[in-house]
Structures are given as C-alpha cells and as structure tokens.
C-alpha cells in the first residue's frame, strides 16, 4: 500500500523568498510524480509533473525527483502572495495505475 | 476553467439520512474518480470507474454506492449517514492512464450533525 508523506505541514514565507517542498513516497514501482495546488474553496489543479530522475523547471517551480530515494520536491524561487495555497504531492503508477495517491498537503502562506 | 461540475456545494443531513451527490465531466474522459479530503485536508481516492465501469473501490464502507449512467456522470449515494462522512467530497477525471492530468471538480462539502 502506498504511504505518501509531505513536510513541512505548513509553512510562512516573505514574498521573494525561496521556498522548498518535499513529499517521500514508499512503492517503488511509482513512476510518475505529480504537485497539484489547492487554493482555499477551490478544485485541485496539478501544477507541475515529472516522470524521470532529474529536474525541471518551468517558470519560478522547479521539480526534483530522486527515485532511489524515493524522493521529489517542489522548489518556488521568488515566491508570491499569490502563491499562498495548499500544496499537495501526488504519485500514480506502478500498482496504482492511474490512480493518485496524495500526501497530506503543505499550507503555504506568502506573506508580503 | 471549470469541466468537472459538482452539485451541490454544500450539504447539511442529519445522522442516518441519504444524500446523493452529483458530477459531470465535460472534457471527453473516460475514467472518473472520487474522493474524500477530511477536516486534514487528506485526500483518498474513494472509487475509480472506468467507461461506466468500477474499477476499484478503495476499502470504502457499504453504505458508499457510486453510480455512473454513462462516462461523463459519476454520482455518489451515501445510505445513512454517519458523523465521520463530514468531509468535502472531491469528484474527478482524467484518460485513465498514469502519465495524464487528474482533473477535480470544487468538491460537495457534507456535514452531518
């Protein structure tokens, strides 16, 4: 069975800091690694995804995935009031198809 | 922009009383899902159907029956309430594949008193 942790539970930042997520995972056979954002009364909607070892980055997120560690995180430079969400890491694959299996979230407030 | 649309956003029962909650998806997928996000904000896959069909139920109580009339509608009955259904209850969809985006309705919130 899948056990899906995130750290920190919350997190206060000023604005323009960096700031760093991390989700551990434990089935191995994962293979896709996702982070969705959750604003306050909103649907989840997926932000970033990584599918092999490495890093990416798309704008001021960056995604690292280790998966002999069974590790990835979420990396935002520069970080902004707007920002301010619940983050949530995901995993899919593997024994859970298609299905995601999440973490219990990080609250992030940005303040400014 | 919304395309998975839930109904009702909120609900308020009493113990022992049936709900049911409504979902519909307009991005053309064939797999949808539901879950629940407790007072933590944990999110747990509940049901999984693929084109009408149940693909897993994920250890839920009895008392928990989706029902799909065709791939876009995937609508949750809860039979008898109890006060730890309280919860917002999330519905989403997606190819069904493990690679492609999962998207999420704004969720039904229930709260049993």
């Known amino acids: 069975q899948q056990n899906v942790q995130q750290s920190p539970e919350s997190l206060i930042v000023p604005e323009g800091a960096r700031t760093s997520l991390n989700c551990t995972f434990s089935?191995?056979?994962?293979?896709y690694f996702w982070w969705y954002r959750q604003h306050s009364g909103k649907a989840p909607k997926a932000l970033m995804?990584?599918?092999?070892?490495g890093e990416k980055e798309e704008g001021r997120f960056t995604i690292h995935l280790n998966k002999a560690s069974l590790h990835f995180s979420l990396h935002i430079r520069d970080s902004q009031p707007s920002d301010s969400a619940l983050y949530l890491c995901?995993?899919?694959?593997?024994?859970?198809?298609?299905?995601?299996?999440f973490g219990a979230g990080t609250q992030l407030i940005v303040i400014p | 922009e919304t395309a998975v649309f839930q109904t009702p956003n909120y609900h308020v029962t009493q113990v022992g009383n049936e709900v049911s909650f409504n979902c519909k998806q307009t991005?053309?997928?064939?797999?949808m899902y539901w879950y629940k996000q407790d007072s933590k904000k944990l999110l747990k896959i509940m049901f999984s159907?693929?084109?009408?069909?149940?693909?897993v139920n994920e250890t839920v109580p009895r008392r928990f029956s989706p029902q799909s009339s065709d791939k876009a509608h995937l609508n949750l009955r809860i039979k008898s309430v109890e006060p730890e259904d309280s919860a917002v209850y999330l519905c989403?969809?997606?190819?069904?594949?493990?690679?492609?985006?999962?998207?999420f309705g704004k969720g039904t919130r229930l709260t049993v008193v």
């Open positions: 991005l053309g997928h064939d797999t």
């Open positions: 995804s990584i599918f092999s070892n």
């Open positions: 995901a995993v899919s694959g593997g024994s859970a198809l298609g299905r995601l299996h």
């Open positions: 089935d191995s056979a994962s293979q």
């Open positions: 989403a969809s997606s190819y069904g594949n493990a690679n492609t985006e999962v998207f």
């Open positions: 159907y693929n084109n009408k069909q149940l693909i």
